[in-house]
């Protein structure tokens, strides 16, 4: 099992930069990748980033790559997600989550092949 609890997320303006954050709970954090998804007022969820569990490879959505980078810390189990240049439309809830695949090194960008899930934390860019 593993508890998932995200933070960070607030009110900015278009520009700014957020760091979120993903508390992880329970043995071998480093087994999980992890990823981060968003999901938008009345649209579904979707993909945003991910990370291996040896932090050896990351997967972006276009239209957050270059702006956005993800990271963890096996040692602390944290997952981040340093957010810059927001935009408009990156308002949503963000969500952390976790899966254990084959190989230290793999990644998916499936939202449902992840096991475990945080709560979510509100990201709002103002124009």
């Known amino acids: 099992q593993v508890q998932l609890v995200e933070s960070g997320g607030g009110l900015v303006q278009a520009g700014d930069s957020l760091r979120l954050s993903c508390a992880a709970s329970?043995?071998?954090?480093?087994?999980?990748?992890m990823g981060w998804f968003r999901q938008a007022p009345g649209k579904e969820r979707e993909f945003v980033a991910v990370?291996?569990?040896?932090?050896?490879?990351?997967l972006y959505a276009d239209s957050v790559k270059g702006r956005f980078a993800i990271s963890r810390d096996n040692a602390k189990n944290t997952l981040s997600l340093q957010m810059n240049n927001l935009k408009p439309d990156d308002t949503a809830v963000y969500y952390c989550a976790a899966v254990h695949l084959l190989g230290t090194n793999a990644v998916t960008d499936r939202a449902q092949f992840y096991n475990y899930w945080g709560q979510g934390t509100q990201v709002t860019v103002s124009s």
């Open positions: 990370i291996s569990g040896s932090g050896g490879t990351t």
């Open positions: 329970g043995r071998t954090f480093s087994v999980y990748s």
